[in-house]
């Protein structure tokens, strides 16, 4: 076995030695994956949220990492029925590998989300939803009566506030540790403090650059509050979890930030 066949079969502790996730019997999800095609499919100049995010490349980095499943949603289109079919079509290509979740534009799709998401998760299996931005009074409806979670990233933190208190009987994933590449730290503590206020608010882990939130986050969050995401693959999954692997979370505590809670929300 090479270096790399030695590497996709675990991961490396420090002392060295190669642990196979699979052996331990917990499953590593990766709560925040793109995949599909987007309004620029095709330009070789488009940025790359825009155009193609190989579902194949996701699964060869996952078996690098050890990673046993992840959530895909669209990437940037204008309006998201067809670019939710493909990703209920990858779903059903890879059932043991992927999870799919829709995606939906307030702006551009307004009045007709409903009914999308409704027959999205119904009909297509999809089993949440992501969104930039705040969700709209259409989606949380349609959000509560089916009982999914949504991923969202709003502008701030507290944008997010008033839809958390109006539906508590929704279940919410916040993207980025409330800051895309740590953009702005302020953004990160709001984010905790905000989950440990919210019972029906979980952080997820992806694309944050200083180091210390994440650590924060899991230090100060009740156990079963913080879940692992990586934002690939334009993110590399394998950093993302190598991330939460310099944590040193205890083992039962690591169990729940890399798959047990985010499974457990989605009721699999």
């Known amino acids: ?24 019997g917990a499953t590593i999800v990766d709560a925040h994956c793109h995949a599909g095609k987007g309004l620029n499919f095709g330009k070789d100049d488009a940025a790359p949220w825009t155009n193609y995010n190989d579902p194949e490349w996701i699964l060869r980095a996952d078996d690098e990492a050890g990673i046993h499943k992840s959530v895909i949603f669209p990437i940037s289109n204008s309006t998201y029925e067809e670019a939710n079919r493909e990703i209920a079509g990858y779903v059903r290509r890879w059932p043991d590998r992927f999870i799919g979740f829709a995606k939906h534009d307030a702006k551009t799709e307004e009045g007709k989300i409903g009914e999308k998401l409704r027959r999205e998760v119904r009909e297509l299996g999809l089993k949440g939803l992501k969104l930039h931005g705040t969700p ?35 279940t919410f994933l916040l993207a980025h540790l409330g800051s895309f590449a740590s953009r702005d730290w302020r953004e990160h503590r709001a984010a905790i403090d905000a989950t440990k206020r919210y019972p029906n608010l979980y952080l997820e882990t992806s694309s944050v650059v200083f180091h210390r939130y994440l650590e924060e986050a899991a230090r100060e969050l009740p156990h079963g509050k913080l879940v692992f995401g990586s934002d690939g693959p334009l993110v590399d999954p394998r950093v993302e979890l190598h991330k939460i692997r310099l944590l040193k979370l205890a083992p039962d505590h690591e169990r729940q930030v890399l798959g047990g809670t985010i499974l457990r929300l989605l009721g699999l």
Do not use: Q
């Open 1 to 24: 076995m090479n270096r790399r066949e030695f590497l996709a079969a675990g991961v490396v502790t420090a002392s060295g030695c190669a642990v196979n996730p699979r052996a331990t």
């Open 136 to 170: 709209s009074r259409e989606m949380l409806e349609a959000v509560e009566e089916l009982k999914i979670l949504i991923l969202f990233h709003p502008g701030k933190v507290a944008d997010g506030f008033p839809a958390l208190e109006a539906h508590p009987r929704v």
